[in-house]
């Protein structure tokens, strides 16, 4: 069951709501445990809610970005 590398990548963009979720938890769960560590160092526990609102906003833009990078690419590919 050996796909080669377009096959699969057509198989992505068939479903890019997986991936752009899959941004923005990454964005919660990396920011907002970095907003824990520093809530729990600086005895500041709103900080936690902080990182996990910029956890959230940077995960949406960082699709969002996915976004027009892979429609400016299959742009250029597309000859006609």
């Given at each position: 069951?050996?796909?080669?590398?377009?096959?699969?990548?057509?198989?992505?963009?068939?479903?890019?709501?997986?991936?752009?979720?899959?941004?923005?938890?990454?964005?919660?769960?990396?920011?907002?445990?970095?907003?824990?560590?520093?809530?729990?160092?600086?005895?500041?526990?709103?900080?936690?809610?902080v990182g996990l609102g910029l956890g959230?906003?940077?995960?949406?833009?960082?699709?969002?970005?996915?976004?027009?990078?892979h429609k400016r690419s299959k742009e250029?590919?597309?000859?006609?």
């Open positions: 069951m050996s796909q080669d590398k377009s096959s699969w990548q057509d198989d992505l963009s068939d479903h890019p709501a997986r991936e752009y979720i899959t941004y923005i938890i990454a964005g919660v769960i990396s920011l907002g445990l970095v907003g824990w560590l520093l809530g729990m160092v600086l005895s500041l526990p709103w900080i936690l809610f959230a906003a940077l995960g949406a833009y960082i699709a969002w970005r996915h976004l027009v990078d250029k590919s597309d000859p006609s």
